[in-house]
């Protein structure tokens, strides 16, 4: 076993301990996907961080968002996004990441917002058994009927409150299915 930590580079073997943690204390993951991890995932990892925090769960969950993109990385959420999400008490703080091979490997659910970013997951997961992994949020959804999350970006104030409203009724369906 030492041996075989010998030949792994830092980032394999923090992968390697990070899912030894997750499942030693049976932790959920779940990483949250948009196109560009600057509205609705980053909003969609608040909403279910918050239900956590009502629940009194967050310490057996991991959570998390990235984006199909790049073109955002290390950036904030969109400004409308954070102005309409505070309205309603969200302090959103992510920074936008792509997300990688290595993620299909450490969470155990991963949500994408569209039909779009369901595709580009499937082509991105490293083999057929990871796909599924992969989930579309509007399926959670228990008061609100949608196919997607559409995306806010070019859309006015409305298309935001819309974003919110579909997140905020998906992330309690989700929470409904793997919350404890
Ligand atoms: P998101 O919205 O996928 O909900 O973060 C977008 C943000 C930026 C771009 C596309 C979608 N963009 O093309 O820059």
């Given amino acids: ?8 580079s830092y980032p394999e073997l923090r992968l ?8 030693i204390f049976f932790m959920t993951s779940i990483l949250f996907v948009c196109l560009g991890n600057i509205c609705r995932s980053p909003m969609a990892e608040d909403i279910f961080l918050k239900i956590l925090e009502r629940k009194d769960q967050k310490a057996d969950f991991e959570i ?20 309409y999400a505070s309205q309603r008490g969200y302090q959103l703080t992510h920074r936008s990441r792509p997300v990688t091979k290595d993620d299909f490997d450490y969470f155990d659910l991963i949500i994408g917002m569209d039909n779009q970013n369901i595709n580009g997951l499937m082509q991105l997961a490293p083999s057929k058994s990871f796909q599924q992994k992969i989930r579309l949020i509007t399926d959670f959804c228990h008061k609100l009927r949608a196919t997607e999350v559409p995306d806010p970006y070019f859309s006015g104030a409305k298309g935001f409150e819309y974003v919110i409203d579909l997140l905020e009724d998906a992330c309690e369906g989700l929470y409904k299915e793997v919350g404890r």
Avoid: N, V
């Fill in 1 to 8: 076993m030492i041996q075989l930590f010998d030949t792994l």
């Fill in 16 to 23: 390697i301990m990070q899912e030894l943690y997750t499942t």
């Fill in 64 to 83: 998390d968002s990235a984006g199909l993109l790049d073109y955002h990385q290390g950036d904030l959420p969109d400004s409308r996004m954070r102005m």
